[in-house]
């Protein structure tokens, strides 16, 4: 058997010492808990502590190993500290990677939660915390996912602004649905997921490109690449960098 040198061997840290109750008391402090009985001695010998927050249903003894206090690292003791401080740390995610605010507590990642889209204000009861980490949206109405009868879909589409065709069905939220607007008469073919962040009608905005008024025509030539790019844009004051710019 291969010893090893004196000097490796004196390296090796030394145990930790034996606790007594007062040491006990500082470890549980640090937890967040106090003792409720005296400290046993041994740190495989259960003993009765309870939380220090007073509204904390862990006000209630309940058994705990000072070896289990040592591994949480810092942690708190009390379960339900702890099973709090989780459910607030997967809210905290869920409001911003998924803009859902929950109505409820989150006891586990795979739990459908019921809540507020942040974005459309709807309300949502399907989306997980292990699929919004994934990538998914969680709102089957920002998603284009939600379905509307016929005449609901059309009432819905009146009060925002526009009349859709009468001889084109509606599919869902993401797929464009043409009709007029209720406005000025102007073919517009938006689909019932824009209503939460526009018009209906690209002609009567106070922005963007309007196809029924005069407009900019750019043409962008890179001979070293032997490509060109045509562009159009709105004829008012905010293009003037397009009107000032020159070639390279």
């Not at 949502?124 to 915390?129: I, T």
């Not at 309007?210 to 004051?237: F, M, Q, T, Y």
Request: one cysteine or more.
């Amino acid at each position: 058997m291969l010893v090893p040198p004196e000097s490796q061997r004196a390296a090796r840290p030394s145990k930790r010492p034996k606790a007594d109750h007062a040491g006990a008391t500082t470890e549980l402090a640090l937890a967040n808990c106090e003792p409720v009985e005296q400290y046993p001695g041994r740190t495989s010998i259960p003993f009765l502590v309870r939380c220090l927050i007073e509204t904390c249903p862990g006000r209630k003894p309940f058994p705990t190993y000072l070896s289990q206090v040592r591994a949480l690292r810092g942690d708190s003791a009390c379960q339900h500290c702890r099973a709090r401080r989780r459910a607030n740390e997967r809210r905290a995610e869920m409001i911003s990677c998924g803009r859902i605010l929950p109505m409820e507590f989150i006891h586990d990642i795979k739990q459908p939660v019921r809540g507020w889209r942040m974005r459309c204000w709807n309300v949502v009861d399907k989306p997980r915390l292990d699929n919004i980490r994934s990538g998914q949206g969680g709102c089957e109405h920002c998603g284009g996912k939600k379905r509307f009868t016929e005449q609901e879909a059309r009432r819905i589409a009146r009060a925002w602004g526009y009349k859709p065709l009468p001889d084109i069905a509606y599919e869902n939220d993401a797929t464009k649905w043409p009709g007029l607007c209720l406005a000025q008469g102007h073919f517009c073919t938006p689909n019932l997921n824009m209503r939460f962040q526009s018009g209906p009608c690209a002609s009567c905005a106070d922005y963007g490109f309007k196809p029924n008024r005069p407009a900019l025509l750019d043409l962008v030539i890179n001979p070293r690449l032997e490509a060109a790019k045509i562009g159009i844009c709105e004829d008012s004051p905010k293009s003037q960098r397009l009107r000032s710019s020159r070639p390279m």
